[in-house]
């Protein structure tokens, strides 16, 4: 298997631009994971599915973002519009059972 | 809630160096426990992991024992290499139902000189 595959690896937008992220979880497994990596916050958990279902969405910072599931094999993250403080590495996960994670190598975005 | 809290870095050794990188926990009932490292650029990758108190998880030298009585999960080794220099990462998962999520510690930049 490819992994957790993510892209893009980089992205660059300007403020107020939209920007879509894309994740291709490892077949077989049920639970997706988008966490946001920045140098302050450390790991922020925003949200994970179960079985293509939002399970928990609390650490979603506010309404400019949004997340889906739309089958088993793909997940987009969405932060429409975007701003500077957006700026981190957005990683993707997922798993089988909760014994531990795969991630992707992560989308470093700038937002200038 | 859970809470995971590792030592604060950076941690500096040189090489053949014992390492010990501290982490304690907060949760209920009976998680699970990680380790993970991010080496620079790339997601994190599992090193190991214990499911039950007592357990010893290990790998490539790396070892962490699951300590209930005192709520830790210490990751050690006993000759570090300048390979092994990354981020590394105290994770819990919740116990029973559907909670998969996975609360992470701050990490600890572990740089091994030669």
């Known amino acids: 298997d490819a992994g957790v595959i993510q892209s893009p690896r980089h992205e660059v937008t300007e403020m107020g631009q939209e920007v879509t992220l894309r994740c291709k979880p490892i077949s077989g497994h049920n639970s997706l994971f988008w966490y946001r990596q920045t140098m302050m916050r450390g790991l922020e958990l925003l949200i994970y599915?179960?079985?293509?279902?939002?399970?928990?969405d609390s650490g979603m910072p506010e309404d400019r973002f949004s997340a889906k599931m739309p089958n088993a094999s793909f997940s987009t993250l969405k932060i429409q519009p975007s701003e500077p403080r957006d700026s981190a590495v957005y990683f993707c996960?997922?798993?089988?059972?909760?014994?531990?994670?795969?991630f992707g190598s992560g989308t470093r975005l700038t937002v200038v | 809630g859970n809470s995971v809290t590792q030592m604060e870095g950076p941690v500096t050794l040189s090489e053949e160096a014992f390492l010990t990188i501290n982490c304690t926990y907060t949760a209920t009932g009976y998680p699970s426990l990680f380790w993970y490292v991010q080496y620079p650029g790339e997601g994190l990758q599992l090193l190991l992991k214990a499911t039950k108190a007592d357990d010893k998880g290990s790998n490539k030298g790396f070892e962490a024992t699951y300590r209930k009585e005192t709520t830790s999960f210490h990751l050690e080794k006993g000759s570090v290499q300048v390979s092994d220099s990354a981020v590394y990462f105290c994770?819990?998962?919740?116990?029973?139902?559907?909670?998969?999520?996975?609360?992470f510690g701050k990490g600890t930049l572990l740089t091994v000189n030669p």
């Open positions: 996960a997922s798993s089988l059972v909760d014994y531990g994670y795969t």
């Open positions: 994770a819990l998962s919740g116990s029973g139902g559907s909670n998969y999520k996975l609360t």
């Open positions: 599915f179960n079985n293509n279902v939002p399970i928990d």
